[in-house]
């Protein structure tokens, strides 16, 4: 589903970021990715996200270059993921329902599919009672929730969970754990960025260390070893 | 789909320019000050307008013709001078009326009443009075006067050769403060829009990280620019109204200085017989600088 072919990155002030990295994620997988700050695991979320260009070596999508995309293929490429931020990226002036349904009026989707399925996706989260609250009237973890809802509610083949809680208390951090889990079983691929020891323990999935831009482990007994 | 686009797109740039309450009123005080300027400039220029035609119209030329004149010949010049492209408008005194003229002028003068009654017979010519449309143009006129009647003893004297270094000052003086009004103008008007794209762009910079969200969620750039867009436009019709408002107390209180500046234009009735098309200028001057503004900022921002 998702292949880096030996993809490195140098950025303009000549730091190697990712040096070499091979990864193929299949669908439905459920895959860690771990290292220390700077390692290089934020520059290869945004390769996927085609957020920045590989110096060297390509990204696949179902066999296509994603870097090789135009604009609007790349906007339907991006909504077939799912984003999920450490530091939640709301938007401020919109309510929790309007982040939500900001995400699926990009997609194209109607009024009527919008008013069914946005109070669908909250109330996945929990987060029904609190749909008209803007993001400065939540929690971290209720912000989190949100942000969750707005990467699954065009239903992604994948959700890429940058650190997702990073930000949170051990009681979200274990919810937004679960509800990650929930979305794998119903049938997403899920990447997930993290420094946490007990979310890769309990989650017992697949785990990729990396260090220094290279690839040093990749554990598919889910053990957090650094 | 189009319709629910741009129903979407209005939605979120009227939401937005509600909800960003102390960015757009910011955005819209700092458009209503470039408006301002640009209507003072506007103001300014009607008035340098209005002044400069009244020194032009207080310009002319005299034509005396000879008191043996055949009327017949002068009759001719009269017309083919009124029909000349250059004139404006020309005032003709006939020999009888040039000497009542000459009598009321000199009321007081009995010497030289009593001499002219001495004489007992008209000793003036008629006069022909010519103003051009515009003062450079007096040269061309008295030529094809000079050419017409000046040989043949029709015309006794022109009084623009006594009054050729005048006229074609002024005729200098009017041309450089049309130029130099006009570069007052475009000068002003480009620090006006510099500014206004600056406030627009620092407004929009604040949203840097919505922008890349959106684009991240898969918005596509028209999308995502729109509501922005259609916030600038909000700014651009909140401020020409606001500067309209605004030029109210301020053409009223410089009408009642038109006096005392010795302007002879009163840009309180300017303002009045003239306030639809201010509007109208105001508006959409200010609704192309928010658009263009918010569309070249967004797009600084759509890079990813």
Same mark, same amino acid.
């Given at each position: 589903?998702?292949?880096?072919?030996?993809?490195?990155?140098?950025?303009?002030?000549?730091?190697?970021?990712?040096?070499?990295?091979?990864?193929?994620?299949?669908?439905?997988?459920?895959?860690?990715?771990?290292?220390?700050?700077?390692?290089?695991?934020?520059?290869?979320?945004?390769?996927?996200?085609?957020?920045?260009?590989?110096?060297?070596?390509?990204?696949?999508?179902?066999?296509?270059?994603?870097?090789?995309?135009?604009?609007?293929?790349?906007?339907?490429?991006?909504?077939?993921?799912?984003?999920?931020?450490?530091?939640?990226?709301?938007?401020?002036?919109?309510?929790?329902?309007?982040?939500?349904?900001?995400?699926?009026?990009?997609?194209?989707?109607?009024?009527?599919?919008?008013?069914?399925?946005?109070?669908?996706?909250?109330?996945?989260?929990?987060?029904?009672?609190?749909?008209?609250?803007?993001?400065?009237?939540?929690?971290?973890?209720?912000?989190?929730?949100?942000?969750?809802?707005?990467?699954?509610?065009?239903?992604?083949?994948?959700?890429?969970?940058?650190?997702?809680?990073?930000?949170?208390?051990?009681?979200?951090?274990?919810?937004?754990?679960?509800?990650?889990?929930?979305?794998?079983?119903?049938?997403?691929?899920?990447?997930?960025?993290?420094?946490?020891?007990?979310?890769?323990?309990?989650?017992?999935?697949?785990?990729?260390?990396?260090?220094?831009?290279?690839?040093?482990?990749?554990?598919?007994?889910?053990?957090?070893?650094? | 789909?189009?319709?629910?686009?741009?129903?979407?797109?209005?939605?979120?740039?009227?939401?937005?320019?509600?909800?960003?309450?102390?960015?757009? =009123? *910011?955005?819209?005080? &700092?458009?209503?000050?470039? +408006?301002?300027?640009?209507?003072?400039?506007? !103001?300014?220029? /009607?008035?340098?307008?209005?002044?400069?035609?009244?020194?032009?119209?207080?310009?002319?030329?005299?034509?005396?013709?000879?008191?043996?004149?055949?009327?017949?010949?002068?009759?001719?010049?009269?017309?083919?001078?009124?029909?000349?492209?250059?004139?404006?408008?020309?005032?003709?005194?006939?020999?009888?009326?040039?000497?009542?003229?000459?009598?009321?002028?000199?009321?007081?003068?009995?010497?030289?009443?009593?001499?002219?009654?001495?004489?007992?017979?008209?000793?003036?010519?008629?006069?022909?009075?010519?103003?051009?449309?515009?003062?450079?143009?007096?040269?061309?006129?008295?030529?094809?006067?000079?050419?017409?009647?000046?040989?043949?003893?029709?015309?006794?004297?022109?009084?623009?050769?006594?009054?050729?270094?005048?006229?074609?000052? =002024? *005729?200098?003086?009017? &041309?450089?403060?049309?130029? +130099?009004?006009?570069?007052?103008?475009?000068? !002003?008007?480009? /620090?006006?829009?510099?500014?206004?794209?600056?406030?627009?762009?620092?407004?929009?910079?604040?949203?840097?990280?919505?922008?890349?969200?959106?684009?991240?969620?898969?918005?596509?750039?028209?999308?995502?620019?729109?509501?922005?867009?259609?916030?600038?436009?909000?700014?651009?019709?909140?401020?020409?109204?606001?500067?309209?408002?605004?030029?109210?107390?301020?053409?009223?209180?410089?009408?009642?200085?038109?006096?005392?500046?010795?302007?002879t234009v009163n840009l309180y009735q300017y303002y009045q017989e003239n306030w639809f098309q201010l509007a109208f200028l105001l508006i959409i001057s200010g609704l192309i600088l928010g658009a263009t503004s918010s569309y070249l900022a967004?797009?600084?921002?759509?890079?990813?």
């Amino acid at each position: 589903m998702l292949l880096l072919d030996n993809v490195s990155k140098i950025y303009k002030d000549g730091s190697l970021a990712l040096d070499g990295v091979n990864i193929t994620i299949k669908p439905k997988e459920f895959v860690s990715i771990v290292g220390h700050s700077g390692a290089g695991k934020s520059t290869l979320l945004k390769m996927i996200m085609a957020e920045d260009k590989p110096t060297k070596g390509k990204v696949f999508f179902e066999d296509i270059d994603i870097h090789t995309l135009n604009r609007s293929e790349m906007n339907d490429y991006r909504r077939r993921i799912g984003m999920v931020f450490q530091d939640f990226r709301l938007i401020p002036n919109m309510t929790a329902y309007e982040n939500i349904a900001f995400a699926m009026e990009a997609a194209g989707r109607t009024d009527e599919e919008i008013a069914a399925d946005v109070p669908h996706v909250l109330e996945l989260v929990d987060l029904k009672k609190k749909m008209h609250n803007f993001p400065n009237q939540l929690s971290g973890g209720e912000k989190q929730r949100v942000a969750i809802a707005r990467a699954i509610v065009n239903q992604p083949d994948i959700i890429i969970a940058d650190e997702p809680t990073g930000n949170l208390d051990p009681v979200n951090t274990y919810e937004v754990i679960q509800i990650l889990k929930k979305i794998n079983d119903l049938g997403t691929t899920i990447i997930l960025t993290t420094h946490n020891k007990g979310v890769i323990d309990s989650l017992g999935k697949r785990v990729i260390s990396v260090e220094a831009g290279k690839i040093i482990r990749d554990d598919k007994s889910g053990k957090y070893l650094l | 789909m189009l319709i629910t686009k741009l129903k979407r797109t209005l939605r979120s740039g009227f939401i937005s320019f509600w909800r960003n309450g102390s960015v757009s =009123l *910011a955005s819209v005080l &700092v458009m209503t000050i470039t +408006l301002i300027v640009i209507s003072c400039v506007l !103001f300014v220029g /009607v008035v340098l307008n209005t002044t400069l035609k009244d020194i032009q119209s207080k310009v002319d030329i005299n034509v005396y013709f000879t008191k043996d004149a055949v009327q017949d010949g002068v009759d001719q010049i009269v017309k083919s001078v009124k029909a000349l492209p250059q004139v404006a408008d020309i005032t003709y005194t006939n020999k009888e009326d040039s000497l009542k003229e000459f009598r009321l002028r000199h009321q007081n003068d009995q010497l030289t009443l009593q001499a002219l009654d001495e004489l007992g017979d008209n000793p003036l010519g008629a006069k022909m009075s010519v103003r051009a449309k515009d003062p450079s143009q007096y040269e061309t006129i008295v030529k094809f006067i000079k050419n017409s009647g000046g040989d043949n003893g029709t015309v006794d004297r022109i009084n623009y050769d006594e009054n050729k270094v005048a006229i074609d000052k =002024l *005729a200098e003086i009017i &041309v450089a403060s049309r130029k +130099l009004g006009f570069a007052a103008v475009l000068f !002003f008007i480009f /620090v006006s829009v510099l500014i206004t794209f600056n406030t627009i762009r620092l407004a929009i910079f604040i949203f840097r990280e919505e922008i890349s969200v959106m684009q991240l969620v898969g918005a596509s750039a028209m999308y995502i620019r729109g509501p922005f867009v259609t916030s600038g436009v909000m700014y651009g019709i909140c401020s020409g109204l606001l500067t309209m408002l605004v030029l109210w107390p301020i053409s009223y209180w410089l009408g009642l200085l038109s006096d005392t500046l010795g302007v002879t234009v009163n840009l309180y009735q300017y303002y009045q017989e003239n306030w639809f098309q201010l509007a109208f200028l105001l508006i959409i001057s200010g609704l192309i600088l928010g658009a263009t503004s918010s569309y070249l900022a967004v797009k600084r921002y759509l890079r990813i």
